[in-house]
């Protein structure tokens, strides 16, 4: 009978101790209405499904939707990604074709499959001005994401015709969004590698760069020795030559 | 005008014979410029290099009221603001003079053809004779013919004098030793989030995930920077199916995490591109292209071996840590590589 006790008391007091101690997911208070997900389906049948299969299953041309969660929609329909352009390497971001409000029943037809990534609550997507935070925030980027994006988001080429956007005007939610289901070819970012605060943190940092001006003058896209040289060849070697002929010419 | 040379290999159309030699064409007649010929447009040549000059005072005035107008602030607009400004002002002020300058040789000042002839390189025997006289008189009055004991001693002491010098190449070591063969990395150390060396449990890397990682402690180390540049890890999770079977390496994952330095085989850039659907990691430098399904395996670019693989598991607390160290140094090849 003690052991029997004991035992309840330590699973209670680490079970206890891992729900305080485990890392918070930021996700959204307000649950979707069977309503909204009954729209859903709907607009999913006759703007998804065509690739997506009829119950999200995926098919040969597009991966299932089970398990994806409302993040991953709110993501790829909200910036315009899906429903796909063309068939491309990667799914450029142009202009959405459903409102907010569309957008949100699919994602809530999506999330009622299975389980997965929710939409993050408001507290998480706002901007911080905090220094402090936008100055992690640097720091964060620069670990995990300046390689792909470039240092102050201007972002970059990968391999065969992929590439990582630039991220100067993206919205804070798509900013946490993208890193919690990790897009096409960018890697998750899950909440135990990055915070909510963390994730929020970042975006803020990247809303900073983008409200103030460059320090070092001329930005020339921010992309580094490519428009720089290009710049440095055409500009000053034209000047040099057009120097050197205006000394050696005889003046008329 | 070289006179032995008569023009025999110049190329003549049939039937025409060319003459024995051909004429000094000479200097071709003087044109004169409108300044030289027309008072007011020298007139107005002075005019224009002294507003040229004008100008560079202007240059120099505008980088002494900013000077002052413009203090640093500590904030960025600021710095730029003054930087620019004081740039302006001196690169107005430099150039001006320079184009001032020029402008006035062009229209103002004589230009009249001048021929300086070419003379012989080798000089006349009357020089080259009192030349050698003079070095005669230079050894025979220093007396280092006959006082061999000042010859001898001033031949030995140039003899070390270089040996100073070869010593004190010793100070561009110390040698790295094995420092480089050698990164934090044992068995028991825990791998840590990217700054902030916090530990990461097994089941926090999901599918599709990257870590980036260094070892527990790194921050306290004598040299992080250093140590950093050396025992960088990317960690990511497979699925067990993708990843290519080798025997020798069994045990080195935990459930398809793997680890791997994240310093690039080539020269040393860290490679974090990471293509979660290809596996593919990118080395922004140089495109090096490894294949982490294939063990990290060189896919594109100038990278001649894979990135080597930390073997990791999980301590008791359920936190990812290293079973030892890199199996082989890691980063670019060095000399003592071999």
């Not at chain 2, 025409?16 to 007649?29: I, S």
């Not at chain 2, 890890?233 to 680890?259: K, M, N, Q, S």
Request: some cysteine.
């Amino acid at each position: 009978m003690a052991t029997v006790v004991i035992m309840l008391i330590a699973l209670v007091v680490v079970g206890g101790a891992y729900s305080a101690l485990a890392p918070s997911r930021a996700e959204a208070s307000t649950t979707a209405s069977p309503e909204d997900v009954t729209a859903g389906r709907d607009l999913f049948l006759a703007n998804c499904s065509n690739c997506h299969g009829l119950q999200g299953q995926g098919t040969e041309d597009a991966p299932t939707l089970i398990g994806v969660g409302a993040a991953s929609v709110d993501f790829q329909v909200g910036t315009g990604r899906m429903p796909l352009q063309a068939n491309s390497v990667q799914a450029p971001d142009r202009t959405e074709d459903f409102s907010q409000e569309e957008v949100s029943q699919m994602a809530a037809y999506v999330a009622s499959l299975a389980p997965g990534p929710a939409i993050p609550a408001e507290e998480y997507t706002e901007i911080v001005e905090d220094p402090e935070r936008v100055s992690k925030g640097n720091e964060l980027f620069r670990t995990n994401c300046a390689m792909c994006h470039n240092v102050v988001g201007a972002g970059g080429a990968l391999t065969r015709g992929k590439y990582a956007p630039q991220l100067r005007e993206t919205d804070p939610k798509y900013v946490y969004e993208a890193m919690l289901t990790g897009p096409s070819n960018m890697p998750v970012f899950n909440d135990a590698n990055i915070s909510p605060e963390e994730k929020q943190d970042i975006a803020s940092y990247l809303r900073h760069l983008k409200d103030n001006e460059s320090p070092g003058g001329v930005e020339l896209g921010s992309i580094g020795p490519v428009t720089e040289g290009a710049f440095a060849w055409i500009a000053g070697i034209t000047i040099l030559i057009g120097s050197a002929v205006w000394l050696t010419t005889r003046s008329s | 005008m070289r006179d032995e040379h008569v023009g025999t290999d110049v190329a003549a159309p049939e039937g025409q014979n060319l003459p024995d030699r051909f004429a000094n064409p000479g200097v071709p007649a003087h044109r004169f410029r409108t300044t030289d010929t027309d008072t007011r447009a020298a007139k107005r040549a002075e005019r224009q290099v002294a507003v040229i000059f004008a100008l560079s005072a202007l240059g120099s005035l505008l980088f002494i009221i900013s000077y002052f107008a413009f203090p640093l602030e500590g904030t960025f607009s600021s710095i730029q603001r003054s930087t620019w400004t004081l740039g302006l002002g001196l690169g107005l002020a430099i150039l001006a003079i320079g184009v001032g300058v020029v402008h006035w040789a062009r229209t103002l000042m004589p230009d009249h053809e001048q021929i300086e002839q070419r003379h012989d390189i080798r000089g006349t025997e009357e020089d080259r004779t009192e030349a050698a006289a003079i070095l005669q008189d230079g050894f025979e009055e220093s007396g280092i013919g006959r006082r061999s004991l000042i010859r001898n001693s001033l031949i030995g002491a140039g003899a070390l004098l270089p040996i100073p010098a070869v010593l004190s190449l010793g100070d561009l070591g110390p040698r790295p030793g094995d420092a480089l063969t050698h990164t934090l990395w044992r068995n028991g150390v825990r791998l840590t989030r990217d700054p902030d060396e916090l530990p990461i449990r097994a089941q926090d890397v999901t599918m599709g995930s990257v870590f980036h990682v260094i070892p527990e402690g790194l921050n306290e180390s004598e040299h992080p920077l250093e140590e950093k540049a050396k025992a960088a890890v990317l960690l990511i999770r497979l699925e067990p199916g993708d990843v290519e079977d080798l025997p020798e390496r069994e045990g080195w994952d935990v459930d398809g995490i793997y680890a791997y330095s994240k310093i690039c085989t080539h020269v040393g850039c860290p490679v974090a591109l990471y293509e979660q659907r290809t596996h593919h990691l990118l080395c922004p430098c140089h495109q090096s292209t490894f294949d982490v399904a294939q063990h990290c395996r060189v896919v594109f670019g100038p990278a001649k071996r894979p990135l080597p693989q930390l073997p990791i598991s999980v301590d008791e607390e359920g936190y990812l840590v290293a079973t030892s160290d890199f199996p082989e140094p890691p980063g670019p090849s060095f000399w003592e590589r071999g």
